[in-house]
């Protein structure tokens, strides 16, 4: 029990080093108490079974579950309640609300063909249901990632140029899904250490909350 919430520690605490706005909220209210709020399993899980969190921001989830309760209640009871193997690839919509499920087989490429990005909007939940997907936060520091484009206010999003050297990679392994706040610079599906680069992922757009 005490190794697993250490691993929790572990995962929070880098995301929260690197992305700035996080950690003021993680200095705030203390990632070793939202820790022991997520591994309680209430009341965010709604039934939830088939994963646990991989690298999370424990204190805006928190805070971003209290705000917005009714959504993730309907996309964790969904996902609990759905074949997630077998479910053929596509946009499935969420009984109850207006977020989509994008189930996607995708295979992971070397990092400079993926493209960064965050959102501002939307929080991109990333559940990863076989294989093992790569990812990669960025680095704040101006000196370090800029943005290369305006913001799209219409898909929500917008790139980043940034130093992969001040970038921290890491790989998620199923079961296990990712929460990517809007101060969550990142990539996907970047080329991981393992042999098979082949996964699953099913990702929602939640909204954000301010």
Same mark, same amino acid.
């Given at each position: ?38 591994? *309680? ?15 999370? $921001? ?6 971003? +579950? *209290?705000?917005?309760? *009714? ?51 939307? =929080? ?26 305006? +913001? ?5 999003? =917008? ?18 899904? $990712? =929460? ?27 909204? +954000?909350?301010?």
């Amino acid at each position: 029990m005490i190794k697993r919430l250490l691993l929790l520690l572990m995962l929070t605490i880098p995301m929260a080093a690197m992305a700035q706005c996080c950690s003021q909220t993680c200095e705030q209210h203390g990632q070793k108490t939202e820790c022991k709020w997520v591994r *309680k399993h209430a009341p965010w899980m709604n039934g939830f079974t088939k994963g646990k969190p991989g690298v999370v $921001n424990m204190a805006e989830f928190k805070q971003q +579950y *209290k705000r917005n309760r *009714k959504q993730w209640d309907a996309l964790f009871g969904w996902l609990e309640q759905t074949d997630l193997d077998t479910l053929k690839t596509g946009k499935y919509a969420i009984p109850g609300t207006t977020m989509t499920a994008s189930v996607q087989d995708d295979t992971n490429k070397p990092l400079e063909k993926r493209r960064s990005e965050s959102h501002r909007k939307k =929080i991109d939940f990333q559940f990863v249901v076989r294989g093992t997907e790569g990812f990669v936060l960025l680095n704040h520091d101006d000196a370090a990632t800029k943005p290369n484009c305006e +913001y799209d206010a219409k898909k929500d999003v =917008i790139h980043y140029d940034y130093d992969p050297a001040k970038a921290w990679p890491f790989a998620t392994t199923a079961p296990r899904f $990712n =929460i990517f706040f809007p101060c969550d610079w990142h990539v996907a599906k970047a080329v991981t250490k393992e042999q098979d680069q082949h996964f699953r992922v099913i990702v929602v757009k939640v909204d +954000y909350i301010e």
